[in-house]
């Protein structure tokens, strides 16, 4: 069983809805991210925070804002999203990140997102 | 950036063997390989860190050849709950520090 937590494993939203979505892990990691995987598509990173702060944005839309409220907890908060958004989005953790390789990331069992 | 990854889809029998490779354009420091069943997340398999490492899990290993920018995942005897979307990862650095990039996936499914 994963030991990272996402709420809701499902979420239908509107367009000019403003909605969470939230990832727990008690494994002590110091690294999370968000990946987004589309059908039959591999994941695609999003954010990484490292010791609770942003390291890494792929350069996301700014409709997509993450938050670390502290090194247990990761929000996406959502925002004017639009359909093509629709995904599914997978929470990760990991012991390290930054100044060193072999950091295995451990998926949550993500949350599905529809916009319409 | 994204790593290669061939076949792109496999179909064995139960008791066959499968190879799945990942390459890279780009210098690597780690290889990760993962499988996703349909409707779940990925689930982690291995990691492999150093120039021609092989490690086993089970029936599946894995080898890594740093100077070749390649790694190989070896499944043998294959069973049905090998099935799955198998993605290798490559562990790059950046702006930012080392992120972890990954393939398109190999589909592979396994029947009795």
């Known amino acids: 069983d994963t030991e990272v937590t996402q709420t809701p494993k499902h979420l239908v939203m509107g367009m000019t809805n403003k909605k969470s979505l939230k990832c727990e892990q008690h494994?002590?990691?110091?690294?999370m991210y968000w990946y987004k995987q589309k059908a039959k598509k591999p994941p695609e990173l999003m954010f990484v925070?490292?010791?609770?702060?942003?390291?890494i944005n792929e350069s996301v839309p700014s409709r997509f804002s993450p938050e670390c409220p502290n090194s247990s907890l990761l929000n996406l908060h959502l925002h004017a999203l639009q359909p093509e958004d629709s995904a599914l989005y997978l929470c990760?953790?990991?012991?390290?990140?930054?100044?060193?390789?072999?950091?295995?990331?451990?998926f949550g069992e993500g949350s599905w997102l529809t916009v319409v | 950036q994204q790593p290669v990854q061939s076949p792109q889809a496999v179909i064995l029998r139960e008791g066959e063997d499968a190879v799945i490779n990942c390459s890279s354009s780009k210098a690597l420091y780690s290889v990760h390989w993962y499988r996703q069943k349909h409707g779940e997340a990925p689930v982690f398999l291995m990691i492999?860190?150093?120039?021609?490492e092989q490690k086993g899990h089970e029936k599946i290993s894995a080898s890594f050849n740093e100077k070749k920018q390649q790694s190989s995942l070896y499944l043998t005897a294959s069973q049905l709950s090998y099935s799955g979307t198998y993605f290798c990862?490559?562990?790059?650095?950046?702006?930012?520090?080392?992120?972890?990039?990954f393939g398109a996936g190999t589909r592979l499914f396994v029947k009795a």
């Open positions: 990862g490559t562990e790059m650095t950046g702006t930012g520090g080392f992120k972890t990039i």
């Open positions: 990760a953790s990991s012991q390290d990140a930054g100044d060193s390789a072999g950091n295995t990331i451990y």
């Open positions: 492999l860190l150093k120039g021609g």
């Open positions: 494994m002590g990691h110091r690294a």
């Open positions: 925070y490292s010791y609770e702060k942003l390291s």
